[in-house]
RNA sequence: GAGAUAUUAGCUCAGUUGGUUUAGAGCGCUUGCUUGACAGGCAAGAGGUCACAGGUUCAAAUCCUGUAUAUCUCACCA
């Protein structure tokens, strides 16, 4: 068979997917097997793919396969959010190439743009996933804004409201300038900004010299400020309460009020008081009934309200009004100043607090639930850190403000009514009817109904997810919801916890009376090697369409996977791709070492190849053991590193080697199936890691006779005999010493070599297998030592290789005494231990019984190297 | 400002309820190899007072206290 000595796996990864695609492997449908499912975190419909995304979709293809192949009925459901913001920016900036305001045109003309751009744009990435070769059930893709999850994000909103959790106020909210919209308190992200503290000049009213200096970041807010605060105990400011203070520039007189939420010892102990615009001056505007003047427009430039500077941008006017200031000589100094600004999480815009009316939902009853269900790990977290963070969040969650000054998303199921009250239905014919239940004197028609212009925050349509996907809000019984819920596993990063996760489990709990997934695997986030987050403007992230390409996708892979330990951020290095390109390689070229030999079937097994037979069936048992229990606690890096080893070390650096016939030689028949056997169902349980080499060598070496890998059934732990492994890894730590000694003394492989040993031996040893790897013509027992030998010892067995005459009596002695300090400081410890009273009496017996092992084992060697060292003289 | 988590080899990480021949892995590094599958390879080797300082214990990388550093979460200090 010619079979190219490197792997290439471009050809190979596409024949593959659209394969399994032909085969409807992916797909699922209830049936009498169990369940295994998972739901996708829907990637953004507008986003490209980036590593964060390749680490999270690459665990869950694992897990899905896993349990595909362990024999659970294994469904994995993709799709993507809308993602109000982002998408509806990309539209706003498509019109406006096309030189289409937003303003000039209708909703529904709007609307109609921004599916055309979802259809024509949206779900790249969804492409892109698939070159990662997940297997989701891609006949299940779903959307945000599919019709069943529209109706049942209004139904949503709906049941919500008549329980009376949704209410609508006037509240400050977090707004953003750039999207021209609130958003809620979980997107706005704080940072810490170089800034300055500008000390500024308030004149008192009726007075000549005396005056207020205030301390402020934001000095263009002064021309809405409304009063000057100081704290009611100041002997500083004593004098002034009751007073009037001239707000500067502006002219206008305001009072000066006291409140002990002024720190008398940050800048000058008094504060201007803003109330339009900050939300500690907003609460302090409430108490003492001040005045609220809005001086910005909505995208942050100053309006008619300023005074001066209208028209000006936010940041432009910080800057502007600083001469006018000094002109009036009411700035009295800047300094610099660090502090935490907020910015938009979606935007990167910094947030504007501004007072408006929106939507919002009491979450505190939702929240108690959700609460008891991760605290007594009915929802397991891995890592169990997590547990703390959730469950500050949830114990202290706030209203969640839901509605968005947007177009694009669910709009709010409200009507708006001639009289100004508003009804909440599903569609406008029920708030019809509904409305003229409930003000039958006021004959109301259907046209007088005003459906609420906003449109809802795209979470409040994703913590539905692991229900609509099934259409179980709109059809609660219905077969798929019953069967696959609740899920099994939910793979996510920790910085949507409070997002996406809390508000999960609140919804399951709340229309399910369940939870909506059994465990949550957090992954870190993907870092550079240098620690630094990878993103757009750094440009460190490396472009993963380009490192498949270059690795190979189950190469890619490997190197994610390898640095991932649950919840720990990880250091991404191209070099760990290159690992898992090279263990390719590996791979590939064990299978053309097996399909290359001649098999002859008359030939019979040799002893060191029934060993490594009997062997590799022991080890390989010992380390799926190690891979299940890996995968029960989601460790899949150490998972990974098992089967590598597995793989690299055992199958091919030990098995192969030992079972390889000579050159040109045949192999006997036994040999041949087991080697292929044992190749085999390692690319099973490599298969959910790396897909397309393992589905590829499975079929090279199986041909159509054992169907499809992907398919096929997982390999499961058998008892297995631990004294082969035992007596097999001795049998390598000889191989070993054998080796390190031709090494040392330059001799060649090809040269073979005698092994004696005393015939004191204690440990047994697979001896054809010792001759086999070290080019051994035997291996003898000897009564006495025979001369003119190499030796090593290893526990308390000695071992001689005759070997010429030329031994250095210095460098042996040398070495000797190497081996003999080191063994008296061992020995030292050991006996110390033991000479101790309180540990004798104290530790458990099975550990005293140890220690006085080591000590005997010590010993013998030590006299063992002694009558060495005397030889030699 | 409060809390959480971490700190082990050059790098990235394991190390289970304290005790398993004076700490393990992968990568990297050093040395030697055209070894008839693989140089994307083979063989051998070097490399760590487990952040620091105390304490508990017969026994500490592991438990406790403090310090330093890092990351994250929360918080209204202009």
């Not at 899905?64 to 799709?79: D, K, L, S």
């Not at 939507?359 to 939702?366: E, G, P």
């Not at 390689?585 to 060993?611: E, F, M």
Request: with cysteine; aromatic share 12%; net charge negative.
């Amino acid at each position: 068979m010619e079979i190219s000595s490197r792997y290439n796996p471009s050809q190979i990864e596409e024949k593959w997917y659209s394969y399994w695609m032909e085969k409807s492997y992916f797909h699922s449908e209830p049936d009498e097997r169990k369940p295994f499912t998972i739901v996708i975190p829907p990637p953004n419909v507008t986003g490209v793919l980036h590593m964060g995304h390749i680490l999270n979709n690459t665990i869950q293809d694992i897990l899905i396969r896993r349990a595909r192949m362990q024999g659970y009925n294994a469904c994995w459901v993709p799709g993507t959010d809308h993602a109000s913001i982002a998408t509806e920016a990309k539209v706003v900036h498509m019109l406006k190439e096309k030189g289409i305001s937003k303003k000039d045109i209708s909703r529904e003309e709007f609307m109609h743009y921004a599916w055309q751009w979802k259809e024509k744009h949206g779900g790249i990435i969804l492409q892109q996933l698939k070159r990662l070769g997940i297997s989701c059930d891609w006949d299940r893709l779903s959307f945000t804004m599919d019709e069943a999850l529209s109706e049942s994000v209004t139904a949503v909103f709906v049941d919500l409201y008549r329980k009376g959790y949704i209410y609508r106020g006037i509240r400050m909210v977090n707004w953003d300038p750039k999207a021209l919209t609130a958003v809620s308190d979980e997107e706005v992200i704080y940072k810490e900004v170089q800034s300055h503290l500008y000390y500024l000049r308030y004149r008192v009213e009726g007075s000549e010299q005396d005056y207020i200096s205030i301390a402020t970041t934001r000095p263009e807010t002064l021309l809405g400020d409304t009063a000057v605060c100081v704290h009611p105990d100041d002997p500083r400011y004593q004098h002034f309460l009751g007073r009037r203070v001239i707000v500067p520039l502006v002219n206008r007189s305001v009072p000066v009020i006291a409140d002990t939420y002024v720190d008398r010892d940050f800048g000058t102990g008094a504060l201007k008081i803003t109330p339009a615009h900050d939300i500690n001056d907003y609460q302090l505007g409430i108490k003492y009934k001040l005045e609220s003047i809005n001086i910005f427009n909505d995208d942050g430039t100053l309006n008619e309200f300023a005074g001066l500077l209208v028209g000006m941008d936010r940041f432009e006017a910080r800057k502007a009004i600083l001469p006018l200031l000094e002109e009036a000589q009411l700035l009295i100094k800047v300094e610099n100043y660090v502090h935490k600004v907020g910015y938009s999480e979606r935007t990167q815009e910094v947030i504007e607090p501004k007072l408006s009316r929106q939507w919002f939902c009491d979450m505190a009853a939702l929240a108690r639930p959700a609460l008891e269900v991760v605290m007594n790990d009915e929802v397991r977290f891995f890592p169990d850190k997590f547990k703390n963070t959730y469950a500050h969040w949830v114990e202290n969650v706030k209203d969640w403000c839901i509605s968005r000054q947007l177009w694009w998303g669910h709009r709010i199921p409200a009507y708006y009514l001639p009289n100004q009250e508003v009804v909440v239905a599903a569609s406008q014919e029920e708030a019809y009817h509904l409305a003229r239940e409930r003000f039958p004197e006021l004959d109301i028609r259907i046209s007088d109904l005003q459906q609420e212009e906003d449109v809802l925050d795209t979470w409040f349509s994703s913590w539905l997810w692991p229900i609509t996907v099934f259409d179980g809000m709109r059809y609660p019984d219905n077969d798929d919801i019953r069967y696959y819920y609740p899920t099994s596993v939910l793979i996510t990063a920790p910085d949507i916890i409070f997002f996406w996760v809390a508000r999960m489990i609140m919804a399951g709990m709340e229309w399910r009376g369940e939870i909506p997934f059994r465990d949550v695997y957090f992954t870190g986030m993907v870092r550079d090697h240098l620690g630094r987050k990878m993103s757009k403007s750094l440009g460190n992230s490396p472009d993963p369409i380009a490192l498949m390409d270059t690795y190979g996708t189950d190469g890619i892979r490997m190197g994610m996977l390898l640095s991932a330990p649950a919840g720990n951020d990880l250091m991404f290095d191209e070099s760990l791709c290159e690992q898992g390109r090279n263990f390719n390689n590996k791979i590939w070229n064990a299978l053309r070492l097996i399909k290359g030999w001649k098999v002859d079937d008359k030939l019979s097994i040799p002893a060191h190849a029934n060993i490594a037979v009997e062997w590799f069936d022991a080890r390989f048992n010992q380390v799926l053991a190690e891979i299940d229990d890996a995968f029960q606690k989601y460790r899949l890096s150490d998972a990974l590193m098992s089967v590598y080893k597995l793989i690299w070390d055992d199958f091919c650096a030990c098995f192969l080697e030992i079972v390889k016939p000579p050159y040109q030689q045949a192999v006997d028949a036994v040999t041949y199936q087991a080697a292929c056997t044992n190749l085999g169902r390692l690319m099973q349980v490599l298969h959910p890691f790396m897909p397309f080499i393992t589905e590829e060598v499975w079929h090279l070496l199986y041909g159509e006779e054992k169907g499809d890998i992907i398919v096929s059934s997982m390999p499961q732990v058998l008892t297995f005999d631990a004294s082969i492994i035992e007596t097999f890894v001795f049998s390598m730590e000889v191989v070993e010493q054998i080796r390190r000694i031709r090494t040392e003394k330059n001799i060649a492989q090809k040269h073979s070599l005698e092994l004696y040993l005393s015939p004191r031996q204690q440990q047994a040893m697979f001896e054809e297998v010792v001759i086999k790897l070290c080019n051994l013509s035997k291996i003898q027992r000897v009564d006495t030592k025979p001369t003119a030998t190499l030796s090593f010892m290893l526990h308390t067995q000695e071992f001689f290789i005759p070997f010429g005459e030329t031994l250095d009596v210095e460098e042996e002695k040398r070495k000797l005494q190497e081996e003999m300090q080191y063994l008296e400081g061992f020995l030292d410890k050991v006996e110390k231990k033991l000479s101790n009273q309180a540990f004798v009496e104290n530790a458990p017996e099975k550990v005293v019984e140890i220690e006085r092992k080591k000590q005997n084992d010590a010993r013998q060697k030590l006299s063992l190297l002694q009558q060495k060292w005397q030889d030699l003289d």
